[in-house]
């Protein structure tokens, strides 16, 4: 051991951001455990390293008494007042017996410690800085599988990405870049373990963050979004500048923006939709890219009952329900979609009914049902939300349907890819 140690340990301390106290007191402590093992020492010792020199220097601890019964422990008054004339009995004595090849243990020892203390200090440092990144999205490299985990090579790291957080129908190679959005970082024994998910909704909202600057720094808010991973996501947007329009902003110029986010998704749809306080309005808007005639909301049991024109049903529904399941997590409303011949089928059912029962009150001591509740009437106060159907053109069936595939309805957009878009258009016209 020498003045070298004490400059590498410097050096150590620059690198790794390790303290040299932190090294050189934890190789003290080691060294102890290195002299009890090999000099066979069942004495109190202590170890001390100069840290100008680097000189390491071994002392027994003594105590002084009146008769000596074991020397290796004990020391009497007289030996004591040897080494100071102020002992006495009760004090300690420290007594050096550092061995003559003591070096050679002592720079062992000291590798080892240093070595293991740098391992653990770059743990605690990956630790420190993934688990500051939950909730936020890493990108990295597919080195391998691990029976169905891909863990992906994040350069100082390894995360795994479960089954379970993997997009359904999504296929993964090794070498391909990724991003994924960390769910959770724990601490073991060795490298800390790092879950990310390819499902979570927050993927999304992260991308966005990355693509929209308006995003980034406040001025278009997200409120909520609902996320079928894969398939479908529906992201409701509100800007606090009334100058700035949300749907625009996130959708860029030409699709830009947006176009770069599904290409990540790997062509999963998206619906950005512009959020409203008002539930009528935002209701409507979740449905996009159907267009609603009308939304009668009961605030008490959060149901919403919408009219949407017969040709618009299936789009309004969309393939196995999922356009109206999205909508429902989206608003946090449960949401009643009818066809126009439905609701008159159902008005006209009703009114025989009350007809049959001859205007009288229901059984059973049920609410009266009078006939001027049956029928819709735009000119009623009820909170209902209306959209003007005039500027269509009679018999333009074909062409109502491709205006909501497009979706460009004001405030709200969906966005996918132009083959999928066709496709999706004739399934839901069919």
Known sequence: MSAELIHALEQIEKEKGIQKEVLIEAIEVALITAYKRNYGSAQNVEVYIDRLTGDVRVFALKNIVEKVTDPSTELSLEQASRFSPDFEIGDVVEVEVTPRKFGRIAAQT???????????????????????????????????????????????????????????GEKYNIHDRIKAYVINVKKTSKNPQIFVSRTHPGLVKRLLELEVPEIHDGTVEIKTIAREAGSRTKIAIYSKNENVDPVGACVGQKGSRIRAIVEELRGEMLDVIKWSSNPQEYIASSLSPAKVLRVDIDEENKVARVIVPDFQLSLAIGKEGQNARLAAKLTGWKIDIKSESQLRAQIEQELLNYNAQGGQGTSDGEEETTAESLFIDNNDNTESLFIDQESETAGGADENSIDAADGTEPGETSYQEPEQQDDSVETEEK
């Open 110 to 168: 000291a590798k080892q410690v240093v070595m293991q203390r740098i391992r653990e200090a770059e743990r605690g440092i990956i630790y420190e800085e993934y688990s500051n990144k939950e909730e936020d999205i890493v990108s990295g490299v597919i080195s391998r599988f691990e029976r169905k985990n891909v863990i992906i090579d994040l350069g100082r790291a390894e995360a795994i990405l479960p089954p379970s957080e993997q997009t359904p």
